[in-house]
């Protein structure tokens, strides 16, 4: 659990970690807050990491539970702003859409937070991937 104080640091920290485990994963160049075209008419949004080619493009939460082990509602909430964001992007664009969580593991439960949002979100993500990075840099997929 971290102040909220903390979280802008804790993102950008979060987002640079991703950004080159992603170019190690995936052999491509990733751009942060590149823009993308979304909606009809399409304009521009920018998404945490696109890759060069523009075929992989990648939103990353560094989202823990609460203090007291609850669901962090106003974080689910900005993960389903992001596969909006996601699932408006034009179709011509074709890129693999992914959405990469730290894990933070629930101790009363033993769900990691992207474990449920997956579970409780899962019907919503279409062709949206959602990963799960942990501490020693392991990339876990937890959708097909």
Not at 102 to 113: A, C, P, Y
Request: hydrophobic letters at 40%.
């Amino acid at each position: 659990m971290r102040k909220n104080s903390e979280n802008p640091s804790a993102g950008k920290a979060f987002q640079n970690k991703v950004q080159a485990k992603a170019q190690e994963n995936f052999g491509k160049l990733f751009i942060q807050e590149c823009p993308v075209l979304i909606g009809n008419p399409p304009k521009e949004h920018r998404f945490d990491l696109v890759s060069e080619d523009h075929l992989i493009i990648i939103e990353c939460k560094s989202y823990t539970w609460t203090k007291s082990w609850n669901v962090p509602s106003a974080k689910l909430a900005a993960l389903d702003e992001a596969i909006l964001y996601m699932r408006c992007i034009i179709p011509s664009c074709s890129a693999r859409k992914i959405i990469i969580m730290e894990r933070s593991f629930n101790k009363k439960t033993g769900e990691t937070l992207a474990e449920y949002f997956v579970r409780r979100k899962g019907h919503l993500l279409a062709d949206i991937e959602v990963m799960e990075l942990d501490e020693g840099g392991f990339l876990r997929l937890l959708t097909c």
